[in-house]
């Protein structure tokens, strides 16, 4: 009889929690503050992640925007660390490219990646953007966070915070012994892996019709180098930019991020790529353009992931968790570029449509 509750529970859209959508998720993985770049950069390849959250003894730091998540003690309920911020691969490579820097000198990078990450978190603004999730968040909450551009929030193992059982949503404050991370990509491939019947209408519809598409798209040029490309994406907040033919733009164009729409897509340049490079590689290849960087470090073999506006929320959802890639560029019949299609806006469209 529980059983056969629990199938009908998790039919229904509307009984998932933040719970639900990490109980498949390994434990955290973290670097303390102390942690070199390089030590860092090492974990984040290791476990083919994106981001690291930052650990601190507790009563030292502020924590990032000002919350207060700590690990405790799940006896005596003692604190034992402070969660200060994430760590990005777009950190790490602005870091990197930032600054004055000889990109034929391997001792400059040594001594960047020599860095202790407490002294880069924040460089880029999502760093400084660590919330948690009450494991009692509903879905649709947890939708309706992602879907401001909060990619990934930590779920509490059990939660210390008083009366937490009443309290769902994000919280800036929170205890807990243990925390499993939840990210917007979690959320994807448990709706495609789950499939539910209240959801079927919406992902049948197009991403035109549910209004998903991003018509406001930068890109890079072929000629842009790999340092230009990554202090323009840092500046505008981008992880990733789609390549562009653009033989007919002026000379400066090459050195920031264009208006991408209605050029062909040759290739994307995104912040992950760099979890396929090892060290030497990196320097060997920073002085590079963007183009040939991409196809230095994905062997020719990537080809771009880009859909028209005819397809459907489903076909979508399927790219982005199929490919590991976190936006999908729109594209015409000739390949020409519309607009982008971002895990923001697949979860803001289909909370919107749902609602």
Known sequence: MQ????????????????????????????????????????????????????????GHWIGAGGSMIM???KQTGAVRKHYIGILTMLDILAHI????????????????????????IGHCLEGLSLWTLNPSTTLLECMEVFSKGI???????????ESSNTISGVELVESSSAYRMLTQMDLLRFLRDHHFDDLKDVLSRSI??????????????????????????????LNAVPIVHAPDVAEEDHLQLINGRHRKVIGTFSATDIKACRLPELQAWLPLSALEFTEKVTGNERETVSCTEEATM????????????????????????KGVVSLTDIIRSIRAALL
């Open 3 to 58: 059983e056969e509750k629990s199938k009908e529970d998790h039919s229904r859209l509307i009984n998932i929690t933040a719970k639900d959508l990490t109980a498949g998720n390994r434990r955290l993985v973290e670097v303390p503050y102390t942690a070199t770049l390089s030590h860092a950069m090492n974990t984040l390849v290791a476990n083919s992640i994106s981001s690291l959250p930052v650990a601190a003894p507790p």
């Open 71 to 73: 690990e405790s003690d």
């Open 97 to 120: 490219a930032g600054g004055e820097h000889n990109l034929s000198d391997p001792t400059d990078l040594d001594r960047k990646m020599g860095s202790q990450v407490s002294s880069i």
């Open 151 to 161: 990619h990934r929030a930590l779920v509490p193992v059990e939660s210390s915070i």
């Open 208 to 237: 035109s019709d549910l209004r998903a598409v991003n018509e406001s798209v930068y890109a890079v040029t072929a000629s842009t180098s790999v340092s230009n490309a990554i202090k323009s994406m840092k500046a505008a907040l």
């Open 314 to 337: 489903e076909e979508a959802i399927e790219k982005v968790v199929t490919r590991g890639v976190h936006r999908v560029w729109v594209v015409d019949q000739q390949g020409l570029l």
